[in-house]
C-alpha cells in the first residue's frame, strides 16, 4: 500500500513539475511573420510604408519611415489579444535598423480605442544587427484614457508607435515579442555570492563585496588598497556576482585602487550565467570610485571582464557596492548618487 501510495505521490509530483514547466515556457505574443496583419497609420506628414523582412526567426516587419522634417509619429497597428500577465514577467523584442535616435513606443489599446497602456523606449539607438530590448512591469504603465489606471484589460489592439525625437529617414526592423514568466526579484538585502577567474592568495573575491554592499556611499572615502579582491595575474581576468535570481538595480559602484585597476573592461550581464550580454564597455578607465549606471537592469548575474590593466600586473578591487533601482532609475537620480559620494564642491549644490 506504501508503495502504491508513493507511486501515486511521484506521479503528482512529476505532473505538477510539468505543468509549472508549461506555465512559465516562453509564449509568443507577436511574431511579425505576418506583415499583412498590420495596417500603416503615419500622422499627418510623415511617410510609413511597411513591408516583410529576414527575422531572427522566419520574418519580420519592416517600417520604413521618412518624417520629412516633420515631428510626429509612424504606426503600425493590429488586432492584438493580451493574456493574462503572470505575477512577474519580462516581455522581450528583437530590433534592427537604420534610424537617428527616435522613440518605440509599444502600446496596448483596449476595445473602445480609449484607454491605452504603453511600453517605451526614449532616443533608441539601433543597429544593422538584432539587438533585444527587454520590459518588465515597472515599464508597463497606463498611458491615458477614461479609465484613469490599472493594469491592462480587454485589450484588443497593438500598436508599433516610433515617434520623432531626432526623426530623420530609416527604417526599424521588429520581430519576436515574447511574455516569459518571471520568478519575483532578488531582495536588496540579500547578499550575492562572488567568485573570480584567479585570487591572490588570501584575497578571496567575496571580500570585494562590504557590509553595507546595498548603500550608495556617502562620503569620498574609498575603500584601502589593502582591502577586497587582487587577480592572481593580468590580461583577462573576471569577477562576477551571482543574486540567485533577477535582482533589480539602477548601477554599480566599484572603488578601484589607485595603482592597480583596469584600463579597459566590459560590465556584463546574464540571465541564466550561460548567454551574456554587454551592458557597459569601458575603455580609458582610471582607477579611484566609479560609478557605473544600468538603469532598468535586472540581470540574474554581472560580470566583470577585465581585459588590460594599469601596471600589466593584476587588478584590484577594494569595494563593489549595488545601486538598487529604487534610489537610482532616473539620470538624476544617479547623479545625485555620484554627487553624495563625491568631494563636497565637485559637482552643483542642487544634486547633494
Known sequence: MRAVVASVAAIALVAASVAAEAQSSPRVLESFDDVSAFQALPSDGVRLSLTSDSGVAGRALRMEYDFQG?????????????????????????????????????????SSGQNVWWMRRPELSVSNGWTQLRFRPSDLSYAWGPLGGGPPRGIAALEIAFTAGQGGKGWLALDDMILTSLAPPVPDRVRPSVSASSSLLGRPAALVVPVDFASAPRTPLLAGDGSGWRSAGDGPQWLALDFGGPRSMAGLVLDWSASDWPVDYDVETSDDGRSWTVARA???????????????????????????????????????????????????????RVAEGSIPGTWPRPLT
Open 70 to 110: 516633420r515631428a510626429g509619429y509612424a504606426v503600425a497597428r493590429r488586432i492584438f489579444a493580451l493574456p493574462p500577465l503572470p505575477a512577474y514577467w519580462s516581455i522581450t523584442l528583437w530590433v534592427r535598423g537604420a534610424a537617428k535616435p527616435n522613440t518605440l513606443e509599444i502600446k496596448l489599446a483596449d
Open 282 to 336: 569601458m575603455r580609458g578607465s582610471g582607477g579611484g570610485r566609479r560609478y557605473i549606471h544600468l538603469p532598468g537592469a535586472e540581470p540574474r548575474q554581472v560580470r566583470l571582464a577585465l581585459r588590460r590593466s594599469s601596471r600589466g600586473t593584476r587588478y584590484a578591487l577594494g569595494a563593489l557596492r549595488i545601486l538598487s533601482d529604487s534610489v537610482a532609475r532616473t539620470r538624476s537620480e544617479f547623479l545625485e
